[in-house]
Nanobody, 125 residues
Framework: QVQMAESGGGLVQAGGSLRLSCSAS????????MGWFRQAPEKEREGVAS???????LYLDSVKGRFTISKDNTKNTLYLQMNNLQPEDTGMYYC???????????????????WGQGTEVTVSS
């Protein structure tokens, strides 16, 4: 049974940092395509970052240079390091997985079949 649990969200001031974690079970992170998505109130869910089994990464333009996606295969865990956070980064953050990976990644929600419950990030100005 595939399960994913996010943690690490919270309230932070603009310019601050957070590291999100997504602990996975029921599949191997090292073989999957993984992603981070976020959804602000009354907005559509958007892809923030993704990483393939070959460690190829994709980022939303607005987070490039500030966010870093990574994974620890030994811990079967996905991470999102978020630096220089801004109020527009506020939202619920979800990790997502596609068990059959491709060489190229995607920031489209439809690409992923498994989702965590989310962790909330609030950035105050």
């Amino acid at each position: 049974q595939v399960q994913m649990a996010e943690s690490g969200g919270g309230l932070v001031q603009a310019g601050g940092s957070l590291r999100l974690s997504c602990s996975a079970s029921g599949f191997a992170v090292r073989l999957a395509s993984m992603g981070w998505f976020r959804q602000a109130p009354e907005k559509e869910r958007e892809g923030v970052a993704s990483i393939t089994y070959l460690n190829a990464t994709l980022y939303l333009d607005s987070v490039k240079g500030r966010f870093t996606i990574s994974k620890d295969n030994t811990k079967n865990t996905l991470y999102l390091q978020m630096n220089n956070l801004q109020p527009e980064d506020t939202g619920m953050y979800y990790c997502a997985a596609r068990r059959v990976s491709y060489a190229s990644g995607s920031l489209g929600p439809a690409f992923f079949g498994y989702w965590g419950q989310g962790t909330e990030v609030t950035v105050s100005s």
